[in-house]
C-alpha cells in the first residue's frame, strides 16, 4: 500500500525558509511523478511543483519559480521541498502526491496523497 507522509511544516517569518519532506513507501516509485500542491483556506488545491522520479525533469508553478526547489533523495525515498523567501501568500496546508504515468499540474490526476502538513508565513 502506497503510504506519502509530509513533514516539516511551520511558522515562519517573511522572508524566512523551510524545508518540507516527504517520505514515501509502500512501492517502487521509479516510474511515478512526485508532485506537491497546497491549498489555503476557501481556495482550490493549487499545484506547486513536480518531479519525474524516473528521469528528474522538474516543473514548478509560476509563483514559486526562483523560491521554491524540488528534490529526490532515492537513497531515503523522500521528496524534499526547499522553499525560501517566503511571504504570506505561501501560507497553505502543502501536500505531496504520486501518480503513475506523465507529468500534469492537474491535482485530479493524482493517485496518492499525503496528510499534509500546515506552513504559515507571518507578515
Known amino acids: 500500500q502506497v503510504q506519502l507522509a509530509e513533514s516539516g511544516g511551520g511558522l515562519v517569518q517573511a522572508g524566512g525558509s523551510l524545508r518540507l519532506s516527504c517520505a514515501a513507501s509502500?512501492?517502487?516509485?521509479?516510474?511515478?511523478?512526485m508532485g506537491w500542491f497546497r491549498q489555503a483556506p476557501g481556495t482550490e488545491r493549487e499545484f506547486v511543483a513536480a518531479?519525474?522520479?524516473?528521469?528528474?525533469?522538474?516543473n514548478y508553478a509560476d509563483p514559486v519559480k526562483g523560491r521554491f526547489t524540488v528534490s529526490i533523495d532515492n537513497a531515503k525515498n523522500t521528496l524534499p521541498l526547499q522553499m525560501n523567501s517566503l511571504t504570506p501568500e505561501d501560507t497553505a496546508v502543502y501536500y505531496c502526491?504520486?501518480?503513475?504515468?506523465?507529468?500534469?499540474?492537474?491535482?485530479?490526476?493524482?493517485?496518492?496523497w499525503g496528510q499534509g502538513t500546515q506552513v504559515t508565513v507571518s507578515s
Open positions: 518531479m519525474s522520479w524516473s528521469d528528474g525533469s522538474i
Open positions: 509502500g512501492r517502487t516509485f521509479s516510474r511515478y511523478h
Open positions: 502526491a504520486a501518480k503513475s504515468g506523465s507529468y500534469t499540474r492537474n491535482f485530479n490526476s493524482y493517485d496518492y
